[in-house]
């Protein structure tokens, strides 16, 4: 009977979370992530987990009938959270830092609620009009012309999901805008595939690796160039170098990616310098601030953009990652283009389906990238800007600056240290003197203890140890603990050679076998190398 029927089937058709079970879980949600961040401190920075743990724990078959959401947060706890990396914890110093302020998770929440997919501005308004307010928002703070906001009508601004999409996409627009200006040159014998493979593009070789990837995904040669020694730039005349090189060999250069805040050590290409060649050249400037692009929100550290404001035919377009130093939570990269006619260019198709009848005088965004489907990102962006005011996060820019200044102030103290590159932004990089080994183990030592998370890097073919300020509320605590705990590691080193030398020196003193002598001198000299393997100063010394 129809009754009977309607008693078997359930009014919806998964047994999931109704609306008032999300009203209740999603409270507790909320009170489940503030015991977190109150808990921090007291977690291990690092997880003590081996490859596969999750495999042991978990099944390997998904559940065939609903569970209980109750079951599912234990095995979040109990499983999940044990193998958890905690990037907002006090002594996390890794790579760099990864905004999460609460009004950005709130936005989070409030666009996936919205399950909005803003491909076009017909696809949902409020999605491309936030979007192209906040990259003005942006913009403005962040010192960039006027020509790369929407209200200027030349060019304009789009958040892709990483600083490498952002490449990658701007690399596809340049390439396309040279094969159609060569394409106009060469009219009668216009072959792209002959063209193509003599396309070069450039970019100093402590560039973010997401620019070779770029280059291998659209078939272009990169050519990594040589960085000044002293300040750890790119500069235009070795630029112009290579430029000229490549032409007697026949390849076309078209393409410079500049750097302000190199992943390694957070140095920057010389701006200035590079897009003076690049307006003489005819190439493409585009400018990755990836990680200090927040920065320039703070007026005393724009000096590094000299070069993007001068004239507009300076730098075409320029990136940086409001989720890595603005508080905002990944995913939030953004993009502006001086003209956005040359961005779209390469990346327009318009099927029917998704055309409206407003398509000719609004943006629609998904030409301004590679996926259709584009989530309501500015939200989060714009509930950042107005809960901190640009006041706010200025102090925040400038209190990681400054603890940045003070944890490089013990390591000038200490003579077993050097400092690498100079400290502009809220990093700092150093390492032992003279020797790649000790740095090495040093900071394998302090990781392995799980007191403090930092990573390594290279730079001119050192190994260097990256010290990057990360924690929204970093204090000088921090950094004073920071240090200690890196101090008394070095402490335990220093110690174990000297106790290595004098071995060794007794050794040889009492003469053992030939064979012994020669393979301790080598260990010794190993663990120090770059010292002079002098037994008692060894390269601890000092
Ligand atoms: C972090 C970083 C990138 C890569 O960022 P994604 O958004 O993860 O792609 C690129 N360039 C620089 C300078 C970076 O620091």
Not at 31 to 38: A, L, W
Not at 232 to 260: H, K, M, S, W, Y
Not at 340 to 366: A, G, W
Not at 461 to 474: D, K, T, V
């Amino acid at each position: 009977t129809l009754s009977g029927n309607s008693a078997k089937t359930p009014n919806r058709p998964t047994a999931a979370m109704d609306v008032e079970e999300f009203r209740k879980h999603g409270k507790d949600m909320v009170d489940y992530i503030c015991d977190y961040m109150k808990s921090l401190q007291e977690r291990q920075v690092i997880p003590d987990v081996q490859p596969g743990y999750l495999r042991l724990s978990l099944p390997a078959i998904p559940p065939e009938q609903p569970e209980a959401w109750e079951s599912i947060m234990k095995d979040v706890e109990d499983h999940v959270m044990r193998g958890v990396t905690h990037w907002q914890h006090p002594r996390f110093h890794a790579y760099f830092p990864a905004g999460n302020a609460y009004p950005s998770i709130m936005g989070g929440m409030l666009g996936d609620a919205l399950g909005i997919v803003g491909f076009s501005w017909a696809a949902s308004p409020a999605c491309a009009e936030l979007e192209m307010l906040v990259l003005d928002w942006l913009a403005k703070m962040t010192h960039m012309p006027h020509h790369f906001q929407h209200e200027s009508g030349l060019g304009g601004g789009v958040m892709q999901g990483s600083a490498s999409d952002s490449i990658l996409v701007t690399m596809l627009a340049a390439r396309r805008d040279k094969l159609n200006q060569i394409k106009r040159e060469h009219a009668n014998d216009f072959e792209e595939g002959k063209f193509l493979s003599r396309l070069v593009a450039y970019c100093s070789k402590l560039a973010h690796s997401c620019v070779e990837k770029a280059g291998m995904i659209s078939c272009i040669q990169v050519h990594q160039l040589d960085y000044h020694p002293d300040y750890l730039g790119l500069q235009g005349r070795t630029l112009q170098l290579a430029i000229e090189e490549d032409r007697r060999n026949g390849l076309i250069p078209f393409f410079v990616c500049a750097v302000l805040g190199t992943t390694a050590c957070a140095s920057c290409d010389d701006l200035e310098s590079i897009t003076q060649v690049c307006q003489r050249e005819g190439l493409w400037c585009h400018v990755d601030a990836a990680y200090a692009g927040s920065a320039f929100i703070c007026e005393e550290l724009t000096y590094f953009l000299r070069g993007v404001e001068v004239s507009r035919r300076n730098v075409d377009s320029y990136n940086f990652n409001p989720n890595k130093w603005m508080l905002i939570n990944f995913d939030c990269s953004v993009l502006w283009v001086r003209d956005k006619e040359k961005l779209t260019s390469s990346m327009i198709v318009d099927p029917v389906y998704l055309q409206h009848k407003h398509s000719s005088n609004v943006v629609d965004f998904r030409h301004w990238g590679i996926p259709l489907s584009r989530r309501f990102r500015s939200l989060k962006v714009w509930f950042v800007i107005r809960s901190y005011g640009v006041e706010g996060l200025r102090r925040y820019i400038r209190n990681h600056c400054m603890l940045a200044k003070l944890f490089e102030s013990q390591v000038k103290r200490d003579n077993r240290f050097e400092l690498v590159g100079q400290v502009h932004f809220g990093l700092v990089c150093f390492r032992w003197k003279d020797s790649n080994a000790l740095t090495q183990y040093l900071i394998r030592q302090i990781n392995d203890s799980g007191k403090l998370h930092m990573i390594p890097a290279t730079v001119k073919g050192q190994y260097i140890i990256r010290f990057a300020l990360c924690s929204e509320h970093a204090k000088e605590e921090d950094v004073f603990y920071a240090w200690n705990v890196i101090k008394t590691h070095a402490d335990e080193i220093s110690t174990t050679i000297k106790t290595l030398n004098m071995w060794t020196k007794q050794a040889f003193r009492n003469s053992i076998t030939k064979e012994v002598d020669i393979e301790q001198e080598e260990d010794v000299g190993d663990a120090g190398e770059g010292g002079d393997g002098g037994e008692e100063s060894g390269s601890a010394g000092g």
